[in-house]
């Protein structure tokens, strides 16, 4: 398997203006694509700094893929590198002109030479253009070789959809094409378990589970919002090979206390999950939200078709839009308090009848900072479930700062719902 | 300065199973507190990895920062690490077992030796513990000398919530103990934009505002959502240069046609800045979301102290919802249909009646992939705004996958919002 690397150019990624996404996008393409990223570098957009990491790594890398710096602007110096570190000279390339010359036409613009003549066509010498589907800078790429080994560098925009079309469409069979790759099955066998803490699965709960999951391939534990994913990536000769170390490992999870906890084999979203799940049952949702404020409708909207079983949210923050719109008891709100297991079952209850859907869920809690108190601190939520034969509500206690609540509450929500689907 | 590396450790890192978000809370934290994040290196967790990084980079390098690999599972090597490549025997650390026990106790958890007595309290010798102000496994820190340099290696779990309290609490201090940190003065000016693309904005627009303001610092332009940001990086040896410095940016900036696409200079997200600015103004703000389903709400309530200004949303995705809960014409939908200019209009003046707010804000789009036709292809989106005095709607087209959409429709809504509270 080629060992690959990312170089992530950004002094802007370093100052903490943006975080940086193509790692984690390059990462999971690359493993379902049964190949692998080796290691990925943050560094500034400085010709110094790229030379160094690339006398440093070159020996064990075979390709390198870099982001950013292909832009219009002085400070984007990714050709210059090319330039100076094969000693390429920049030149217009008639290639790389009649991909810049598409793309503008693509987006109903005209290619001004005004703008970008002097920059998007000009290539270092001998260097490949790739097309850039969703963006209008061509890709670079360049074959060398070093100490007798062929070598591959990549470039892309850093612009995250740019480089992910780029990769798809233009350097990934680009790659198949110059390696060989072998074909051994790789795959992971991902379980995804909720509400038990990572500290107790492997010792209290189910202490033999590690080592017995290393006997099938390589076994990592990684938290997760209110859960733990147990994930063993698993090899094998053939898909037969590959079909039975699944089975046995989910044999063995489910042999355990866990199995209790065990929401989804896979690596589904649980908002996906839940959007599939009501789908295939027919049930319609809506929410009623206080303190995650449309989190939870916005997590199930990010799903295509969630439109099928999502029918709507009312996101009450006043007191006043929770008795006028979703019809909570003014009685309720004052005898009990917003944030109540009693204001929280006549949200989900108001909002399935107001949107006539199958199931209301509802959140009413303290996200703080502010707002908390002794009986009720910041962290407090109570979360409502209503269908058309019961409606219950629970009181939950979580910490963190205020968004890390708010995802808190509608992941718990989203269990709830789920437990109440399935 | 001091150089200062962050190695992250995580396999789930590398084969795309989580995102990291330690770089970009590191890299923040540290512009903020006048250091600098020279590089990040994301890595397996693989002793022999691991030991070639430093090796390769421990001459540059005065402060190695790690995150991750420290929890009680076997995955977790950061400990070996310290042991193999320094020479150090793990032994018990009474100090280690202190913290561990303390934040046993804090978290209301008995300090059952079962679970972690083998792993938490246990370091390499003369190695350091760390408070965790939010976890449980404390962090780890050691100096070593290096070619006649003094070298400083750090390492906080991978949880991102952890290690910022650690590094906040814990390393930061340190650092600046051991280092006779200097002075001078760092700062960067940060100008944003919206709705110029980045590459008409240097050559076009203001062909010399990039020279221009390289005479005072270092210049980078980072595209937005929808808009850019010009940031000057710029040093000075006392405040009141830097105060200088930063004045005639911003008067060079709006020297420029520019000047009318600025909407704030400083660095504040524009929910935030929206909540400050209706805030000031007194304004309360209601929303109707269909196609953003509830993400604006939702970008809203994550700012704290929301609540004054923000009194609700109706997630209306059912053409129903809209006539019964925001009180939307059956004939508009018929005659127009759900997405267009007049149900927008209709949709930001009922949720501005039914939710008693100032101003009433309304999206109805198409986020796709499904739903679009000829006329009102997929990224289509009209949004309507509702104020005591005037209703109105505008039509757009953005191009991207769902969820990009649906982040490309919330900022118009924000922009158009803003622009009404200004």
């Not at 570098?41 to 893929?65: C, G, P």
Request: proline share 4%; net charge neutral; glycine share 8%.
């Amino acid at each position: 398997m080629p060992n690959i690397k990312l170089v992530v150019i950004g002094n802007e990624i370093l100052n903490g203006k943006i975080f940086d996404k193509n790692i984690y996008w390059l990462a999971r393409f690359l493993n379902r694509n049964n190949l692998q990223l080796n290691q990925s570098i943050v560094a500034h957009d400085n010709y110094s700094e790229l030379e160094k990491i690339f006398r440093q790594t070159i020996d064990e890398t075979d390709i390198f893929i870099t982001s950013g710096g292909l832009g219009p602007t002085k400070d984007d110096i990714t050709k210059d590198f090319y330039e100076n570190f094969f000693g390429l000279p920049i030149e217009k390339s008639e290639e790389a002109y009649a991909i810049v010359e598409e793309n503008y036409k693509r987006k109903g613009m005209d290619f001004s030479t005004k703008e970008t003549a002097n920059c998007y066509p000009f290539l270092p010498k001998g260097v490949m253009p790739f097309n850039n589907p969703l963006g209008l800078a061509p890709g670079l790429g360049y074959k060398f070789d070093h100490r007798g080994k062929r070598k591959i560098l990549l470039s892309a925009p850093g612009v995250p959809w740019e480089l992910s079309a780029m990769v798809e469409e233009e350097f990934y069979p680009f790659i198949k094409k110059e390696l060989s790759l072998n074909s051994s099955f790789t795959d992971r066998v991902n379980i995804r378990t909720k509400l038990i803490p990572e500290e107790k699965i492997f010792t209290t709960i189910a202490p033999n589970l590690w080592s017995q999951l290393e006997q099938l391939g390589q076994v990592s534990s990684l938290p997760q919002i209110i859960g733990i994913d147990i994930t063993v990536s698993i090899e094998g000769k053939n898909q037969n090979e590959m079909n039975q170390k699944r089975t046995e490992i989910i044999k063995i999870v489910k042999d355990t206390p866990l199995k209790g906890a065990i929401w989804q084999i896979g690596e589904t979203p649980l908002n996906e999950f839940i959007v599939q799940k009501a789908k295939e049952k027919k049930f319609t949702i809506s929410t009623a939200e206080s303190c995650t404020g449309g989190l939870i409708a916005s997590l199930l909207t990010d799903i295509s078709g969630s439109s099928e079983i999502f029918l709507g949210t009312a996101v009450t923050y006043s007191n006043s839009s929770k008795e006028n719109i979703i019809n909570v008891q003014n009685d309720t709100l004052e005898k009990f308090g917003a944030v109540s297991i009693e204001t929280a079952k006549e949200m989900a209850e108001g909002t399935r009848k107001v949107f006539g859907s199958d199931i209301g869920i509802s959140t009413t809690g303290i996200a703080g900072p502010l707002g908390g108190s002794k009986e009720k601190p910041v962290g407090t939520v109570c979360i409502g479930i209503s269908d058309h034969n019961n409606t219950e509500a629970k009181l939950y206690n979580f910490s963190g700062e205020r968004t890390a609540l708010k995802t808190l509450f509608a992941r718990m929500a989203l269990y709830t719902l789920l437990d109440k689907i399935s």
